[in-house]
């Protein structure tokens, strides 16, 4: 198999690893498990949804399964020694296989577990949401949910391979397919940032191409997959463990995390709460002259196109998302850090007064 795409982790052979995406009948991807766990012992953790949808597709065995319920409530620490006891029951060890096939929610906690059952075992991710295609599956970001800190606890661990089929953004509905555009959006905003060795004017292509994008014109969408993959792939290469750049790819998600925290991961997707706290990093990049009128008005004109309406935080008790904030993995001192637009398709860090952020 050749792959598509090749995360090379640098001086780390080890943690260098391929993403192979195709459009191939789902039963072909159970047949490429199958083959690279043969002799080995493994367990898979999959979503709920998921496995309704393509348990005779994929044929596992129930005992060597994790069925994980889905929403983002159920990345917590709970679930996480529940799979520790089924890996032990399976008798698991070091040379065996973790698989997780989900979205983020299932690829986060799976990697968790990967990272930390006997110090480190080889897992496999198969995302199956846009947004995982996109995001959470590339870059080794484990990790599990506290009630009032999103992935708290975690570990960066990079996967042994990486499978895309597209095949699975056929049984996504409008909302997870939006939810998943929204990470997209997301990298237009950053581009610039992410030090590639070449541009794509991402911004410019979703602008033009919406329509056909949104009506899931999927020669499009694997071209977009590839293109967000690899400017995370130049992000992740650089930064592996986030002590610099790639923090821009935290665009958004100090507010969106704040706001998957207040309602306890029941209003929003991961998707819609990054863009929201998009929207309130340009009202607040606006607002203090960061950047200008054009560009503030061309990021909401692509907002408005991909179906997302603004929303005011005023609809929750600031003082508490504040709060939330400043618990914020990237916060120090009491501090909050935001990531902020500065020019078209560049972003900075900054920090961020309680009296000013929500000044609006």
């Given amino acids: 198999m050749k792959p598509s795409l090749l995360v090379e982790i640098p001086q780390d052979n080890i943690k260098s690893y391929p993403i192979y995406i195709d459009k191939e009948p789902i039963k072909n991807l159970a047949e490429k498990l199958n083959k690279l766990s043969s002799n080995r012992k493994r367990l898979i ?23 994980l319920k889905d929403g983002e409530n159920q990345k917590n620490l709970c679930n996480y020694q529940k799979i520790i006891q089924k ?47 996109v995001d959470s599956s590339v870059g080794g970001k484990t990790g599990i949910d506290l009630p009032y800190a999103k992935n708290y606890i975690g570990a960066f661990y990079q996967p042994k ?18 939810s998943g555009f929204g990470e997209i959006l997301k990298y237009a905003f950053i581009e610039g940032s992410c030090k590639a060795e070449k541009s794509y004017l991402l911004l410019e292509f979703l602008s033009i191409a919406a329509d056909r994008i949104l009506d899931n014109n999927m020669n499009l969408i694997e071209r977009l997959i590839k293109i967000c993959l690899e400017l995370k792939i130049s992000v992740v290469t650089k930064d592996e463990t986030e002590s610099g750049l790639r923090k821009v790819l935290n665009f958004g998600h100090t507010y969106g995390h704040a706001l998957e925290t207040i309602t306890h991961y029941k209003k929003y997707t991961h998707g819609e709460a990054v863009v929201y706290g998009m929207m309130l990093a340009f009202d607040y990049a606006y607002k203090t002259k960061m950047i200008n009128q054009t560009y503030y008005n061309l990021a909401y004109d692509l907002f408005k196109k991909y179906g997302y309406k603004s929303i005011k935080p005023v609809k929750y008790d600031k003082d508490e998302l504040i709060n939330i904030m400043k618990y914020d993995k990237k916060a120090y001192s009491g501090k909050i850090i935001m990531i902020l637009p500065d020019k078209k398709g560049t972003v900075t860090e900054v920090e961020i007064t309680d009296e000013t952020l929500f000044e609006m």
Avoid: C, H
Avoid at 96 to 124: H, N, S
């Fill in 45 to 67: 953790i999959i979503s709920q949804k998921v496995y309704k949808l393509y348990k005779k597709d994929f044929g596992f065995s129930k005992d060597e399964i994790f069925i």
């Fill in 87 to 133: 890996a032990i029951q399976l008798g698991l060890s070091r040379k065996d296989l973790i698989i997780a096939i989900g979205g983020g929610v299932v690829g986060d906690l799976a990697g968790f577990v990967a990272a930390t059952y006997m110090r480190g075992i080889e897992f496999i991710q198969v995302p199956t949401t846009l947004l995982s295609f």
């Fill in 161 to 178: 391979m990486v499978f895309i089929n597209l095949n699975f953004i056929l049984t996504l509905d409008k909302r997870q397919m939006l």
